[in-house]
């Protein structure tokens, strides 16, 4: 019951709080606890920063390691000694706080605000044209419920107009719908015909953004228009930029993720399951990886 106790914690570097504040794991008899919570700049909690306790003295070895939870709350047990918090965030400056915790102690760091990295927030403001050769627009879906199907879209083409207010900036992209491939020919064909993409009617893909929203630091927030056959739906890009690069021009990169339902691209599942087609699951998984070229 000892362990259970409440007690009021030691504060580093912070104002004081109860022990009624939030509830904590119970500390051991040989080490203490370890809490905060990371905060951008606007006071905004900042969930999935990664945080280590790294010894300071001797092989200085990371203690523990893991990320805040969706409120940047951060809570972890560690033995008696001097230590380094490290907090790292793509898109922010690491930060750090030294701290001791003492057998039965509680060090409490309160709120700790971690600065943007102005170097990989946003790209220099300009046109950029997608380097088809060094992306991918890739998908991962279900078979009938038993494996993943693996495929990608082979041709496609777009431009992104980053302006001088970030959340001004705009994408358009078209793909080639008959380029779909998953390393399975009749399964190809399969999905180029009238039950799928029925690219004879539909040639094109298109997406065109309508918001762009920085969610945390180089963590973006990309809405927009999705045409299939011809049927437009809005979808959600999670978007994590990766910086520029100068390499035959200069270039930027970025990572893009959402979900796709087909049904709402008037793919009709059920009717197919019930005429015995081999189909793919209802959900679709995309996955992009994208370079492109800064225009002159």
Same mark, same amino acid.
């Given at each position: 019951?000892?362990?259970?106790?409440?007690? %009021?914690?030691?504060?580093?570097?912070?104002?004081?709080?109860?022990?009624?504040?939030? &509830?904590?794991?119970? =500390?051991?008899?040989?080490?203490?606890?370890?809490?905060?919570?990371? @905060?951008?700049?606007?006071?905004?909690? +900042?969930?999935?920063?990664?945080?280590?306790?790294?010894?300071?003295?001797? +092989?200085?070895?990371?203690?523990?390691?893991?990320?805040? /939870?969706?409120?940047?709350?951060?809570?972890?047990?560690?033995?008696?000694?001097?230590?380094?918090?490290?907090?790292?965030?793509?898109?922010?400056? $690491?930060?750090?706080?030294?701290?001791?915790?003492?057998?039965?102690?509680?060090?409490?760091?309160?709120?700790?605000?971690?600065?943007?990295?102005?170097?990989?927030?946003?790209?220099?403001?300009?046109?950029?044209? =997608?380097?088809?050769?060094?992306?991918?627009?890739?998908?991962?879906?279900?078979?009938?419920?038993?494996?993943?199907?693996?495929?990608?879209?082979?041709?496609?083409?777009?431009?992104? !107009?980053?302006?001088?207010?970030?959340?001004?900036?705009?994408?358009?992209?078209?793909?080639?719908?008959?380029?779909?491939?998953?390393?399975?020919?009749?399964?190809?064909?399969?999905? %180029?015909?009238?039950?799928?993409?029925?690219?004879?009617?539909?040639?094109?893909?298109?997406?065109?953004?309508?918001?762009? &929203?920085?969610?945390?630091?180089?963590?973006?927030?990309? /809405?927009?228009?999705?045409?299939?056959?011809?049927?437009?739906?809005?979808?959600?890009? /999670?978007? $994590?930029?990766?910086?520029?690069?100068?390499?035959?021009? $200069?270039?930027?990169?970025?990572?893009?993720? $959402?979900?796709?339902?087909?049904?709402?691209?008037? +793919?009709?599942?059920?009717?197919?399951?019930? @005429?015995?087609?081999?189909? !793919?699951?209802?959900?679709?998984?995309?996955?992009?990886?994208?370079?492109?070229?800064?225009?002159?």
């Amino acid at each position: 019951m000892a362990l259970l106790r409440r007690r %009021r914690r030691t504060l580093v570097g912070g104002e004081s709080y109860r022990d009624a504040d939030h &509830a904590l794991m119970p =500390i051991p008899p040989t080490g203490g606890l370890v809490s905060a919570q990371l @905060r951008n700049v606007e006071g905004r909690p +900042l969930p999935g920063v990664s945080v280590a306790i790294v010894e300071t003295e001797g +092989l200085r070895r990371v203690v523990t390691q893991s990320p805040t /939870d969706p409120f940047g709350f951060y809570t972890s047990a560690v033995p008696s000694g001097s230590y380094t918090l490290r907090a790292s965030l793509g898109g922010y400056r $690491t930060l750090t706080r030294e701290l001791a915790v003492g057998r039965g102690d509680h060090a409490a760091l309160g709120a700790l605000t971690m600065t943007a990295d102005q170097g990989t927030t946003r790209p220099p403001p300009g046109e950029w044209v =997608i380097d088809d050769a060094h992306s991918r627009l890739g998908f991962v879906a279900r078979h009938i419920a038993l494996s993943r199907v693996y495929g990608e879209f082979t041709r496609f083409r777009g431009s992104i !107009v980053i302006a001088e207010e970030l959340e001004d900036s705009s994408i358009d992209v078209v793909i080639d719908a008959a380029s779909i491939e998953t390393h399975n020919a009749q399964r190809d064909a399969h999905l %180029r015909s009238q039950d799928f993409l029925a690219v004879d009617d539909h040639p094109q893909l298109q997406f065109s953004s309508t918001r762009f &929203a920085v969610r945390a630091g180089n963590s973006w927030t990309i /809405d927009g228009d999705l045409t299939i056959r011809g049927r437009t739906n809005d979808v959600r890009l /999670d978007t $994590t930029y990766l910086g520029t690069q100068t390499w035959n021009g $200069t270039r930027v990169g970025a990572t893009a993720t $959402t979900s796709l339902h087909r049904e709402h691209f008037t +793919l009709n599942w059920q009717q197919m399951v019930a @005429r015995g087609i081999p189909v !793919v699951g209802s959900t679709i998984q995309i996955h992009l990886d994208v370079q492109a070229v800064l225009q002159l």
